[in-house]
């Protein structure tokens, strides 16, 4: 082998052997044979023999030794710049050694980070589409980043689902709350669900009540009408009589032949699925939704017909029950006119007369009286649909957000983002004294001249300053940025998007503060948190009020019902666990009613900090009221629907307060409410918490029972009421409907006035 190959194909340590070992060997081989070739060697030539050999020796080693440093730097630097985040470093490998092996490995490390790191930007972008393979099976990063693309896109798919949903429901709502009559409602809501479901043909049956009960068809869309022959549908006939009979959805994938056909431009052709949806209000059965289509229907659509059939029959209900009503007048007018008209030709023999009158004034009394009971019933059959109707409502939007804080907590922001405040809030310094004291005297006169007062003022009662002003280093750091140095005014606080001094905590809050924003808004909450699960510490918060920053766990508020929501977040191991708290009076809102739902935050498997959303109190109440059109929602003038806890108070707001507050105030003060409590409800604008209502049918709400009741109220009038427990996990609420006697049976008594 030639020394140019032995140079190229060697390793590094076989050409240190050679420089250090071989070499001077072979040099001492050749002056041994000098040596013994040359007769005659002096002393002096030989030691000057000895130190050519060995400065040679030393200037191969020499030589060597700079490139192998000057490899091993290249190298080194390398590595530095990969492990600063610097991935644009490529090294260019000469030979086959150790070295170039590092420098091949050091490349496929630098291209594998680039991969991944435009892999995630695209999807931080939104491009779910981006595709990425990974080196081998043993890149666990690689695999991880296709996993977590795998569980966006499945988040995404189902927000797309339930917005859909949500969306589909409040367009109906409104269909359903404009239409004009059964007919005009039928066909409104058949044809909207037909496009909507992208379905090929629907139907609307209605239940015709008579001797012999049937099912009649009211509306439909997309049919050929001239094959449809049979509008009329006995009860068990069939898939839709089956339906209507068995209270239950049926869904065909296979439809036969003969059941029905489509007719287009282009031919006729038998559905691929059918939808057979009863239409049940108070477990009655009122009518049957069938619909038709070529293409299968998910079941997250099913659902939504079920949900949506649910909202028809009872609107169906409504109408029939106002229908009845309406019978029942007119009958009752023609019968007084019969009576008048007797009363006339009565008039001919005075003792004839006498007995006449006698006989028609107790018939009188008969019918009105049957007429108050039959609109006794009527109203409170009206009052049982609308407080069912709301029941339902609330229920499912609590569900929704149990579900939406659920999801927002496996958002990948939301991951990042509790990690990087926890970490930016660890990192904040510990201040010296003299800091302390000024950014202590600022607070203080923040506390002096905004909070305390306002607090007074709502509460009714003087607050003690000392009570509530933080003592901890990073609390009184963040709430003088972010509230008292902050230049915004009260109550508006989060327009600040980033504080001025230069901390790490002050970057993530400007790189996270406006997604957080845009969700409270979007969504209504009062406020959104972060917590650290290990200390407690709110490490964020949306609208920046006095409890920023402090601990949940050992601070002034860990004893609320905040308190009690992030403690029982932090000691739970279930990742889909969710704890929602009851109302309390909470000082940071002035005092003002507030609930909390809390959950913990997964990254992987491991916790890593507690989402809270404050509750949005105007939204709730939007529900109960029907965004305040009490009489769209058939309350009339004095009807409201309410929520009530165990402890008889509300956790909604009175419709008089909304309308009427001074009458309100008034009425309050008659029941016996101190002038300091009537105050408080008006410098609050919330009867939450403060009014409380002891009704019968309250009580047997609270006892798990659903009903209706004529009962006297607080100011001893009567009213009409309709009541029921709420299914919501965590607290103890009823709802109640509730109107005025005078209100619900004024018609029929004007009426007997008037005769």
Request: charged letters at 25%; proline letters at 2%; aromatic letters at 10%.
């Amino acid at each position: 082998m030639s020394q140019a190959s032995f140079s190229k194909k060697q390793s590094i340590f076989n050409r240190l052997l050679f420089i250090t070992t071989i070499f001077p060997v072979l040099c001492l081989i050749i002056l041994l044979i000098y040596i013994s070739i040359s007769q005659e060697v002096s002393v002096a030539r030989l030691v000057l023999l000895s130190g050519c050999i060995l400065v040679l020796v030393a200037i191969v080693a020499l030589v060597f030794s700079k490139k192998l440093s000057s490899q091993i730097k290249t190298v080194r630097d390398a590595i530095v710049d990969l492990s600063n985040g610097d991935l644009d470093h490529t090294l260019e490998a000469e030979g086959t050694d150790e070295i170039a092996q590092i420098t091949e490995a050091i490349n496929k490390v630098a291209l594998g980070f680039k991969q991944k790191t435009e892999f995630t930007t695209q999807i931080e972008s939104g491009n779910l589409n981006a595709a990425y393979t990974p080196f081998s099976e043993a890149d666990l990063l690689g695999h991880s980043l296709l996993r977590m693309k795998e569980a966006l896109v499945r988040i995404k798919a189902e927000d797309i689902k339930r917005n859909w949903a949500a969306e589909g429901l409040g367009m109906f709502a409104g269909i359903l709350q404009t239409a004009r009559d059964l007919k005009s409602l039928s066909e409104d809501v058949i044809k909207n669900l037909v496009k909507m479901l992208n379905a090929t043909q629907g139907t609307v049956f209605i239940l015709h009540e008579t001797e012999t009960p049937f099912l009649e068809m009211t509306a439909c869309y997309a049919y050929d009408r001239r094959k449809y022959i049979n509008k009329h549908i006995a009860i068990g006939e069939g898939l839709v009589g089956q339906s209507y009979l068995e209270k239950r959805t049926i869904y065909l994938k296979k439809v036969p032949d003969d059941y029905v056909r489509i007719t287009s431009g282009l031919g006729q052709a038998n559905p691929t699925c059918v939808l057979i949806v009863p239409l049940i209000a108070n477990e009655v059965v009122v009518g049957v939704l069938e619909l038709a289509s070529f293409n299968e229907f998910e079941k997250y659509r099913i659902d939504f017909v079920e949900k949506l059939a649910q909202n028809i029959a009872h609107t169906l209900t409504n109408y029939k029950i106002n229908e009845n009503t309406r019978n029942l007048l007119d009958e009752s007018q023609k019968k007084t006119e019969q009576m008048r008209l007797q009363e006339e030709n009565l008039k001919q023999n005075q003792e004839e007369l006498q007995a006449t009158q006698e006989e028609i004034s107790r018939k009188y009394n008969a019918l009105f009286s049957e007429l108050i009971d039959l609109n006794y019933q009527s109203k409170f059959d009206q009052l049982k649909a609308i407080n069912a109707t709301k029941k339902r409502n609330v229920e499912y939007y609590f569900d929704i957000i149990r579900k939406q804080i659920l999801t927002y907590a496996n958002n990948t922001t939301i991951i990042e983002a509790v990690k990087k405040f926890k970490d930016a809030f660890n990192k904040l310094p510990d201040l010296q004294v003299e800091q302390l004291n000024v950014i202590s005297e600022n607070l203080i006169r923040y506390y002096k001249q905004d909070f305390i007062p306002k607090l007074t003022e709502n509460a009714g009662v003087p607050a003690q300053m000392e009570k509530y002003v933080p003592k901890a280093s990073k609390t009184l750091l963040l709430q003088d940025l972010y509230i008292a140095s902050n230049e915004f005014p009260t109550g508006k606080k989060y327009f600040l998007n980033r504080a001025k001094n230069n901390f790490e905590y002050n970057e993530v809050h400007a790189t996270y503060h406006q997604e957080f924003k845009r969700f409270q808004e979007s969504f209504g909450y009062y406020d959104i948190f972060l917590i650290d699960h290990e200390t407690g510490n709110m490490i964020y918060s949306v609208f920046k009020e006095v409890d920023f920053a402090t601990s949940l766990f050992t601070g002034i508020y860990s004893n609320t019902n905040f308190g009690q929501a992030v403690k029982s977040a932090a000691s739970s191991n279930d990742k889909n666990f969710v704890k929602l708290v009851d109302f309390e009076a909470y000082d940071p809102s002035y005092g003002a009613p507030a609930s909390f739902i809390a959950c913990p935050v997964y990254d992987q498997e491991t916790k890593v900090g507690i989402l809270v959303f404050q509750m949005p109190i105007n939204k709730i109440n939007q529900l109960l009221t029907g965004d305040n059109k009490w009489e769209d929602d058939g309350l009339g003038e004095s009807g409201e629907t309410l929520l009530i806890g165990a402890d008889f108070k509300l956790r909604s707001i009175s419709r008089k307060l909304i309308q009427a507050p001074e009458e309100y105030l008034l009425e309050l003060k008659k029941k016996g409410y101190t002038e300091v409590l009537a105050d408080k409800i008006k410098k609050t604008n919330t009867s939450i918490l403060l009014e409380e209502i002891k009704l019968e049918s309250i009580k047997e709400a609270l006892a798990k029972k659903t009903g209706t009741k004529l009962e006297k109220n607080d100011l001893q009038e009567d009213i009409l009421t309709a009541y029921a427990p709420l299914d919501i996990r965590d607290v103890n609420w009823i709802i109640i409907s509730l109107m005025s006697e005078q209100e619900a049976s004024q018609k029929i008594k004007r009426l007997r006035d008037r005769n």
